[in-house]
């Protein structure tokens, strides 16, 4: 295990297309950062948020060249592909966790047996906002539980860092500063605790009654049992697949009216329950979008 727990740092979405991404999340208030392409065939439009983490919705921009990835053993691509055939174009499918030395996690990953296969290292232009570019760079370390096919978990490490001021990507009309929680869903959440705690490299667990909570460096991960879905997300979860899902993400906002002004002028349909505000699962989000006003 690391000293301290790594922090939370993306979150993939897959979906059907990144211009109907890119639309769904203008619509929910978020600013959404100009098209980029992986050179694996993938690509993505993220919405970097001020507490360093981001959304990283993700569409196929070449299957010619998915495949070609696939057949070279890019574990990123492939997880995606499988995802799309399992589950559907439209999801969340991975967990991803910052890092200093991908390499000492890789390490940990097949020590105890959840690698999820070969590490990743790849670069990709990146545009500002002003027009500028910048090449990012990237060292990707997978893990995986063999009995939770559709979610992937692994850690970045950046080699290139992006850009520090990227605070005309990081302001969003909704009031959104960041990413509270993360929330899993499994019938037997106590099941893959280890494995999580491995990922993360020694969080603090707290048990309760509805499932477990994980405490990442800067996020707290949920995983939560179909009861637990429905009591704090209102969220049906069916309790025949004994798989962990991704299912919702809790975002901090300054001021809740803000976010449910902006939602009623753009037509976004939410439900409220207890102090948070519920936007729905739509194509092109990916996940159930939760908002709470946590200072």
Same mark, same amino acid.
Do not use: W
């Given at each position: ?6 922090? !939370? ?31 694996? %065939? =993938? ?9 360093? =983490? ?36 439209? /999801? ?47 060292? !990707?370390?997978?893990?995986?539980? !063999? ?27 909704? /009031? ?44 707290? !991960?949920?995983?939560? =049992? ?6 704090? @997300? ?8 004994? %798989? ?8 901090? =906002? ?15 349909? @939410? ?25």
């Amino acid at each position: 295990m690391t000293s301290s727990p790594h922090p !939370l740092d993306h979150l993939v979405l897959p979906t059907v297309n990144i211009a109907l991404a890119r639309e769904r999340l203008g619509k929910l208030g978020f600013t959404v950062a100009p098209d980029a392409r992986h050179p694996f %065939g =993938t690509e993505n439009a993220c919405v970097f948020l001020a507490d360093k =983490t981001y959304l990283e919705p993700l569409g196929v921009a070449s299957q010619e060249q998915c495949e070609a990835s696939l057949a070279e053993g890019n574990v990123f691509v492939a997880r995606d592909q499988a995802y799309r055939f399992r589950v559907g174009e439209d /999801g969340f499918s991975a967990v991803v966790f910052g890092s200093d030395d991908a390499v000492a996690d890789d390490e940990r990953f097949k020590a105890a047996a959840i690698s999820a296969g070969r590490m990743l290292d790849f670069s990709r232009p990146m545009r500002m906002p002003d027009g500028t570019e910048t090449v990012a760079g990237f060292r !990707l370390a997978f893990a995986a539980d !063999l009995r939770a096919p559709d979610l992937l978990a692994f850690c970045c490490q950046r080699i290139n860092p992006l850009p520090a001021d990227r605070g005309v990507l990081e302001r969003h009309e909704n /009031g959104v500063t960041g990413i509270a929680r993360v929330a899993l869903s499994a019938p037997k959440p106590a099941a893959y605790r280890s494995f999580l705690e491995e990922v993360i490299g020694g969080p603090r667990v707290s048990e309760h009654s509805f499932g477990l909570t994980v405490k990442a460096a800067n996020a707290d !991960l949920e995983i939560l =049992t179909p009861e637990g879905m429905e009591a704090f @997300y209102d969220l049906p979860v069916s309790p025949e697949d004994p %798989g962990l899902r991704a299912r919702a993400i809790l975002f901090k =906002t300054r001021d809740l009216s803000v976010t449910s002004s902006h939602f009623a002028a753009n037509g976004v349909t @939410y439900t409220r329950k207890n102090n948070r505000i519920l936007a729905r699962f739509a194509p092109g989000q990916g996940a159930l979008f939760a908002f709470e006003e946590i200072a």
